[in-house]
């Protein structure tokens, strides 16, 4: 039961740490990001290779993995910004789509769908299975209040004020002379990069990586994390993580309260009540548990309530 | 090496014809409503099983199943549309498109949940390739891409020629100056979602036709779908069909020096370059 729990909230935290680079781009420089799920299959790629192949360690692999997704996040974002969101949606969603395709195909580096396994991770031999579960929880959860800690900071300061400027009227922030296209590509790196580091973590936790690990639905949990915890909070992340955990694995209960049904009729059961869950959440609590807090200038106070 | 260069290029026309509907139907709905629909994955499958049920269950020839493809596609588009989508609209294009990815996967996996993952074919005659000047073509495909053409026709008739279809342009171009004309959006917004996701529904079954069905037939497609839909000019109905034939006939000539799994990435490629040197596409974003 410990090491199940432990086990979650690894995954609690990954899924936090990729919910806080979604909030850094979606939540503060209001830009989409539907393809996450491709970054943190580079970065999960790119370090389990690194430490397979060239035996990086695990500070080198992450900023490694980091690396790497950053430059693909550029890219994309070069490319549709200076376009409407809807471009950004399209193209993040195909992004993620082709990712996996590389991941399924080019057997030479990436073992095609069987995957790369034995991923080495630092003291997986040296602690008990249950004190290596407990040690990555820590870790993890320390990486995703360090980066929460951080990206709040980022979010208070100048950076951030000029993020939010753009999310709510670009041609304002430009006419204050900000370099939109530059802050645009900027923060989908840096919220790539999280993401990257995000799917390091993961990989060197799990000890293994396969193209149908990175699928929408990873996606959609990160966006139903963000949803939840609340668009624009950093600390809602970190809430969020832990709320999509408990959905997905308390749907795991479904099963005993419909008897009868196949393994597959349960598997699709527990997805759809995923996207249901999100659909529903959007409609009926859109700012989350812990909305963003705005300041409103005294003679612009209009309640204090954000559109 | 003129031989396979030809063959690449009856097969990508053939293609291009069939991905033609789901890429009219992604935009016309958006030259409507203003936002990705990304459900038209999932939307397509359902119109392809519908498809199957009056095929294969019922006995009816593929034009009638086709048929019902429309009309069940059409009305489960519609139908989720305004239950789960409208509400976010007025939270901005976003929010709409990112509750799209919710349904197409809720829908999907009622699909899955009904049919299971065992692909499954239609009670269809199988005919000899017809060799033409040592190309071969398939009887099934150039039948399927007549039927996709029929379909294409009527929809240009009814935007062109019809009430319903002036309505649907007046919104595309100006949903303001429509409604305060007396258009009712709601309305405008059932329509295009039943004749969009009706498309698709065809487009569907006629991709499981050539390929398989399963709960992913519309899913392994919408890399396609979008890549025809901005190679052309989002929400731009002529564009669509453009797009469709460029996408086709590109990712057919990949496969002469591609391995053909990466076939559907060519077309993310035609999306990054068109964004890059046309970003509003072949035919721009007016809808039509």
Not at chain 2, 23 to 48: C, D, E, K, M, Q
Request: charge should be positive; charged fraction near 10%; proline fraction near 4%.
């Amino acid at each position: 039961m410990v090491d199940y729990l432990a086990s979650l909230a690894v995954f609690a935290g990954l899924y936090a740490l990729l919910g806080l680079g979604l909030n850094l781009v979606w939540g503060l420089g209001g830009m989409v990001n539907l393809g996450l799920a491709g970054f943190f299959a580079i970065g999960a790629y790119t370090s389990a290779l690194a430490a397979l192949h060239l035996h990086f360690p695990l500070v080198a692999a992450a900023l490694s993995a980091m690396l790497l997704a950053a430059a693909s996040g550029a890219l994309l974002a070069v490319v549709t910004a200076r376009l409407k969101g809807d471009y950004l949606a399209i193209v993040t969603l195909g992004f993620a789509e082709v990712i996996q395709l590389i991941a399924s195909n080019e057997i030479w580096l990436t073992n095609g769908t069987d995957g790369l396994s034995a991923i080495p991770a630092p003291g997986r031999g040296a602690l008990s299975p249950l004190g290596f579960d407990l040690a990555s929880a820590g870790i993890v959860w320390v990486v995703a209040a360090a980066a929460a800690a951080a990206l709040g900071r980022l979010s208070a300061a100048p950076y951030g004020r000029v993020l939010r400027a753009i999310r709510e009227d670009e041609m304002v922030a430009r006419v204050a002379g900000k370099n939109v296209l530059s802050f645009k590509i900027s923060a989908f790196a840096a919220s790539a990069a999280v993401m990257g580091l995000a799917g390091s973590l993961y990989a060197t936790y799990d000890g293994y990586v396969a193209p149908d690990s990175f699928d929408v639905l990873v996606t959609l949990l990160v966006v139903l994390a963000v949803t939840a915890g609340g668009v624009g909070r950093m600390q809602g992340a970190l809430l969020g993580g832990v709320l999509v955990v408990a959905l997905s694995e308390g749907t795991r209960f479904l099963g005993g309260l419909l008897p009868g049904l196949s393994a597959l009729q349960m598997a699709s059961l527990r997805q759809g009540v995923i996207g249901l869950f999100l659909l529903l959440l959007l409609r009926l609590r859109p700012e989350g548990l812990l909305p963003e807090r705005m300041r409103v200038h005294p003679l612009n106070d209009q309640g204090g309530k954000i559109r | 090496m003129i031989a396979s260069f030809l063959q690449a290029l009856v097969n990508g026309t053939l293609a291009g014809a069939v991905l033609a509907l789901p890429a009219l139907g992604f935009n016309t709905v958006y030259a409507v409503l203003r936002f990705p629909n990304f459900a038209i994955a999932s939307l397509a499958t359902i119109g392809a099983f519908a498809g199957w049920i009056a095929n294969v269950l019922w006995g009816w020839p593929a034009p009638a199943a086709l048929v019902v493809a429309f009309v069940i596609a059409g009305a489960a588009g519609a139908a989720t549309d305004a239950l789960a989508l409208r509400p976010l609209r007025p939270r901005g294009a976003i929010m709409a498109a990112i509750g799209s990815v919710a349904l197409d996967l809720l829908l999907q996996n009622a699909v899955r949940f009904g049919f299971g993952n065992d692909p499954r074919g239609y009670n269809l005659p199988v005919f000899r390739d017809w060799q033409v000047a040592g190309i071969a073509i398939g009887p099934q495909e150039v039948e399927d891409a007549g039927l996709a053409l029929v379909a294409m026709v009527a929809l240009f008739l009814l935007l062109r020629f019809t009430r319903i279809g002036k309505t649907m342009r007046a919104v595309a171009d100006n949903a303001a100056l429509a409604e305060s004309k007396g258009i009712d959006p709601a309305r405008v917004a059932w329509i295009a979602n039943s004749v969009g996701f009706g498309l698709a529904g065809i487009g569907g079954m006629l991709v499981a036709l050539d390929t398989s069905l399963d709960p992913l037939t519309g899913f392994r497609v919408l890399l396609s779908i979008f890549a025809a839909a901005v190679v052309g000019g989002l929400g731009s109905i002529p564009g669509a069909v453009a797009g469709a034939f460029v996408v086709g006939i590109g990712e057919e000539f990949s496969t002469l020096f591609l391995a053909p799994t990466y076939r559907t990435a060519i077309g993310f490629l035609a999306i990054l370059v068109v964004l890059s040197f046309r970003p509003r596409g072949l035919f721009g974003e007016r809808a039509y």
